[in-house]
């Protein structure tokens, strides 16, 4: 908790000092439910509070307001941590992928109450079946540390979603994808405009085919990515209960966070 009480001061946060729990307990609290509890913040929150982590614990709606209400926090911090990996990096290759996160079964789409839009209801093409939620966009450390992520509608295209991820890397890095995020222009602009150099899988009919070698290379830099969206979703319950779209969102921030913070440690040591 000392170490997001440091990133809170970084990022140049303040609080009222007579609160009964800290924003940093706050954050804490969810993090623990999402590596723990599953995203159950009553259970993290009754835990905290029993085994004496947090004794001046909030009530469940309290508790909930306060973390709604600093939710922008816990982006300020990943991404804080997000600019710290990448700085203390050696490595300059990056893994760029999207993975599903629905909302509901496709056949209950006219039963969810978080939000109403066909742009949500997206297609899973390996499982060939249809979704109704979000599609997580998330850029990986070439050992699977998530560094940047970005929330789109289920049917967003991956080529859109590049657009809207910051892609705030150094110079010299080179961002591995599949064939889905082909965009030469894009390609052009990253690399003349930052130095960053896009290797995209290409398609049989692509205009700028690769030899033989560096499709190997893109194929097997890339291929440890499945296995990161394994790690993260697999901490997933099997339907994520949330009252509001933000608060969805929320907690799959927090899934996505607490998978860095775990693989960070675990490269530490």
Same mark, same amino acid.
């Given at each position: 908790m000392r170490f997001r009480d440091d990133l809170l001061k970084a990022i140049g946060h303040?609080?009222?000092?007579?609160?009964?729990?800290?924003?940093?307990?706050?954050?804490?609290?969810?993090? /623990?439910?999402?590596? &723990?509890?599953? $995203?159950?913040? +009553?259970?993290?929150?009754?835990?905290m509070k029993d085994?004496?982590?947090? *004794?001046?614990?909030?009530?469940?709606?309290?508790?909930?307001?306060?973390?709604?209400?600093?939710?922008?926090?816990?982006?300020?911090?990943?991404h804080q941590i997000g600019m710290i990996l990448k700085q203390s990096s050696d490595c300059t290759e990056y893994l760029l992928d999207s993975f599903p996160v629905p909302m509901c079964d496709n056949i209950r789409i006219f039963h969810v109450k978080l939000i109403k839009s066909e742009e949500y209801r997206g297609y899973i093409?390996?499982?060939?079946?249809?979704?109704?939620?979000?599609?997580?966009?998330?850029?990986?450390?070439?050992?699977?540390?998530? /560094?940047?992520?970005? &929330?789109?509608? $289920?049917?967003? +295209?991956?080529?859109?979603?590049?657009?809207?991820?910051?892609?705030?890397? *150094?110079?010299?890095?080179?961002?591995?994808?599949?064939?889905?995020?082909?965009?030469?222009?894009?390609?052009d602009d990253?690399?003349?405009?930052?130095?960053?150099?896009?290797?995209?899988?290409?398609?049989?009919?692509?205009?700028?085919?690769?030899?033989?070698?560096?499709?190997?290379?893109?194929?097997?830099?890339r291929h440890y990515i499945e296995t990161v969206f394994s790690g993260i979703t697999c901490v997933f319950p099997k339907s994520i209960h949330a009252v509001t779209y933000e608060g969805f969102l929320l907690k799959v921030e927090a899934f996505i966070f607490a998978f860095t913070l775990n693989k960070a440690f675990v490269e530490s040591v």
């Open positions: 303040s609080e009222d000092c007579l609160r009964q729990m800290s924003d940093a307990e706050i954050l804490t609290t969810a993090l /623990v439910a999402a590596i &723990f509890f599953h $995203g159950n913040h +009553s259970k993290a929150c009754s835990y085994h004496k982590l947090m *004794p001046k614990m909030l009530e469940k709606s309290r508790f909930n307001r306060r973390l709604h209400h600093g939710s922008m926090l816990l982006n300020d911090l990943f093409a390996s499982k060939k079946r249809y979704f109704y939620g979000v599609r997580v966009q998330l850029l990986t450390t070439k050992s699977g540390i998530p /560094v940047e992520f970005v &929330f789109m509608p $289920g049917s967003a +295209s991956d080529v859109r979603a590049l657009n809207a991820l910051p892609l705030n890397l *150094p110079p010299g890095s080179e961002v591995y994808t599949d064939s889905a995020y082909t965009d030469y222009n894009a390609e990253l690399e003349e405009s930052s130095q960053i150099s896009l290797k995209v899988m290409r398609k049989k009919n692509s205009k700028r085919q690769d030899e033989p070698w560096i499709k190997y290379i893109k194929q097997h830099t």
